[in-house]
């Protein structure tokens, strides 16, 4: 059986079976999604929640929103992503 990884967490993949139930004849697809959006500039002292709020009251649903943080500090790096429900709000 063929383990297929992400080549990083914001890639989406879409494995696809051929013919018959060989793995080795199946078609991996990687798509990134078009309702992400990359924040930048942000306050750090923003709070991923605080982020989530303010997109989803001017822009719509929001799926999650991340604030991106050092991993020897765990403090803000000032910039995140926001991933909306709907891909046109992107």
């Known amino acids: ?8 967490p914001y ?3 879409d494995r696809k079976q051929m013919q ?3 793995p080795a004849a ?3 697809t990687y798509s990134y999604p078009k309702s992400k959006v ?7 002292n923003l709070t991923s929640e605080e ?7 001017n822009f719509g649903e929001v799926h999650d929103a991340i604030i991106l943080k050092d991993i020897y500090t765990g403090k803000s790096r ?6 909306f429900k709907d891909e046109s709000v992107a």
């Open 11 to 13: 890639v989406q993949v």
């Open 38 to 44: 990359f924040v930048g500039g942000l306050d750090f």
């Open 1 to 8: 059986m063929h383990h297929f990884n992400k080549p990083n």
């Open 20 to 22: 018959g139930n060989d």
């Open 51 to 57: 982020l989530k709020d303010h997109f989803q009251r």
């Open 78 to 83: 000032g910039f995140g992503f926001v991933t």
């Open 26 to 28: 199946s078609e991996v």
